[in-house]
C-alpha cells in the first residue's frame, strides 16, 4: 500500500549553477586581447617599440598555453585557408625581400595577430565574443576620452609620445595630443591619430547599438557608452570615418529589408536597389569627391594620398608579381622606407590604401589572396546577416542581433582600406580572421560544438576539455 512521506522527490535545493573563475579569467583574457589590438599605436606611444613588442611576445605566448590547455572544439575542416595562405605568402617573400629585416619583424606581427584572432573565435561564444569587444572598446574609449581630458586640464598644451614636453613648436603630425578637446580642434585620443580615433569609435557605435538590441546587461549604461563613442567619433572628425558609416546605414538598411523577404526570388528586388545605390553612391563619390571632400573640410586629393598611391605603384610595377616583400607596417628606420615617401617631414609608414599595399609588398598574387580573404569573408558573413536562423524544419525562429556585426565591420574595413592600410594589421587583420573564423567553425549562434553557449558560459565545457 501506499505510505504517506513529508520527504520531497525532488533534489534538495542548491544554489544556481555559476561561471567557473577559469573562465571569468579566460573572458578576461580575451578581452586584453582585443583591447591591445584595438589600441594599437598607443602602445608605442605610451611605452616604446620595445616594451611594445615584448607585451606583444608574451601575450602570444599565453594564449597558446591557454589554448593548448583548454583544447577547445575545432572543426579543421573549416580552418580560414585563405587567410592561412596570406601569411604563408608572406613568410615566403623574406627569400626575395629588399628589406629582409622588416619582412621578419612585421611578419612576426602579423602572426601574432592571427593567432590572437584565432584564439578569441575558438575561445568565445558569439554572444561572449561580441561582448568582449564591447568591454575592450569601453577601455580605448574612455582611456582616449581621460587621456585628451588629462593633456587640457594638466599639460595644457600639445604632447610628443612617451609623455615628453615639446621644447618648442613642431608640426602637429608628430603630437601624440593636440591639445584640442575644448577648442573644437579634432581630437586623437590614445592613438595619437584622429583618423585611427573615429574608426574605433564607429566601431564603438556598431557593438554598443547590437547589444543594446540583443538586450544586454545594464542598458542604460550602454547609452552612455553609445554617446561617448558618438561624442568621439564627431570630433575625431575624419572623413573617412563619415564615408564608412554612410556605407554601413546603407548595408543595414538592405540587411533589415532583406530579413522581411518571406517568399522566394523576394530579395532581387533589394539585391537591384542596393546595388544601383552602391553604384550611384561610387560615382558620386568619384566624380563629386571636390565639393565633398571640401564640404568634410579636406582636399579633393585625399590630403596627399594620390602622390602617395602614384609613388608606391611605380615602385610596385618593377616586380608586379610577387611583390618587393611583406612590410606591414613600413619600418621608417629601414634604409628602402627613410625618406621615400615624407609627409610634413616624416616618413610615411604606409600606402593608405590596403590594395595599394598589399601590391607593393605581396604583388599580384597577395591581391588575389587578400581578395579571396574579403569576398569568402563577405560571402559569408552577409547570409550570416540575411538568413533566418534554421537547422532543422522549423523555420520561424527569430534573427539575432549579433548576426549584424561581421557585415558591418566587413563594410567598415572595406571602405577604410581605400584609404588606409588599417585592415592589413593590429585590430582590422585581428577582427577580419577572428570573424571570418567564427562564422565558419559557429554559421548558427548559440547552436553546434564551438558554440555550446550554456556549458561555456557556465564553465562546463572548459572542464570537460581539460
Known sequence: MAVHTLHPVGSPPAPPVRERTSHLLLRAWCVFVLFQALAGVGWVHAFGNTITIVVTVVSALVSIAVWVSVRPAINARRLPWFVLGYVAWAAASILWSAWPGTTALTWLLL?????????????LTWKETVAAIAGALKWVLALSLLFELGISIFVRGPLLPGFILPAEKMDPIVYWSRDNLFDGGRIQGLFGNANLLAVVALLGLIVFAIRFTARAPRRVLLVGWFVLAAFLFVRAGSATAYLSAAAVVVVLVTVLLMRTVNRPGGRTKYYVLYSAVAVTG?????FGRSVIFDALGRSSDLTGREGIWQSVLERAQQHPVIGWGFATPWLPWDPMFDGWIVDHGETVMQAHNMWVDVFLQLGLIGVLIIAGIYIAFIW???FFAIDRPRFDLRD???YSPLTLLPTLVATVLLVQGLAESGPLLLWGWLFIVMLGFKVTQSPLVGVGPAEQSLAIERGEAVSDAA
Open 111 to 123: 602572426a601574432i595577430t592571427t593567432l590572437q584572432g584565432l584564439f578569441v573565435a575558438a575561445m
Open 282 to 286: 561610387a560615382a558620386v563619390l568619384w
Open 380 to 382: 559569408r558573413a552577409w
Open 396 to 398: 520561424d525562429r527569430p
